[in-house]
């Protein structure tokens, strides 16, 4: 079982505030990805971590900031929540131990900007 | 660049049907292939993996072989149940770089009584 973890589960926030969407990772794995997944199911890699101090624009451009200062922890920020920003974002890791590359994913949080 | 594409869904079977879900990919190299499940309101888990051609990732009755010639890594399962209703993604990680993982748009399995 993969110990990922994303904080909150579910959150409804009006427009203009700043959120942050938290994951955290017991499994020491260096690497680490945010996804959004929208309605349709289909995943967008918006942000990826090599490792601490390191942090890169995935695929699909977002306006959330990302941080990586300790292994286990990669947390995502909204300074201004828009509607537009309402999905479900999922956390992932991967490390070198694990073979084929396979991430293990959080349970997502869903966001919902009213 | 790397891509992968499967059928689209949603796709409704009886309990105990045979299930199908086509995957084929588009790669450089030798990639790594992958099946994922999401079940309602959880994160994806792996489901079964391949590392190289012609091996066969298998687990909890699910099975796919990494077919190169085919450029293929079809999911199937002999009797389905109302539990494997989920959404299942097809994917590909090739070496190097971030490790980054291509992902299928994914397809909806529903199981009926």
């Known amino acids: 079982e993969a110990d990922i973890y994303q904080t909150p589960r579910y959150l409804v926030i009006g427009t203009g505030k700043k959120i942050t969407l938290e994951c955290s990772q017991t499994m020491g794995h260096d690497k680490m990805y945010w996804y959004q997944q929208d309605p349709g199911m289909e995943l967008h890699l918006i942000h990826y971590s090599y490792g601490v101090n390191s942090t890169e624009k995935g695929d699909l451009s977002s306006e ?38 396979e991430q293990y994913f959080g349970p997502g949080t869903r966001l919902t900007v009213t | 660049g790397d891509s992968v594409t499967q059928m689209e869904g949603p796709v409704t079977l009886s309990e105990e049907a045979f299930l199908t879900i086509n995957c084929t990919y588009t790669a450089t190299g030798y990639p790594s292939l992958f099946w994922y499940v999401q079940y309602p309101g959880e994160g994806l888990q792996l489901l079964l993996k391949a590392t190289k051609a012609d091996d066969k990732g298998s687990n909890k009755g699910f099975e796919a072989t990494y077919r190169k010639e085919t450029t293929s890594f079809h999911l199937e399962k002999g009797s389905v149940q109302v539990s494997d209703s989920a959404v299942y993604f097809c994917a590909l990680a090739n070496s190097g770089g971030y490790q980054k993982v291509t992902f299928g748009t994914g397809t909806k399995l529903q199981v009926i009584p």
Do not use: D, M
């Not at chain 1, 990669?74 to 070198?96: D, V």
């Open chain 1, 64 to 101: 959330s900031t990302v941080s990586r200062i300790r292994t286990e922890h990669f947390p995502l920020t909204l300074e201004s929540a828009r509607p537009s920003h309402t999905s479900q974002y999922l956390c992932a890791s991967t490390g070198s131990g694990t073979g084929g590359y």
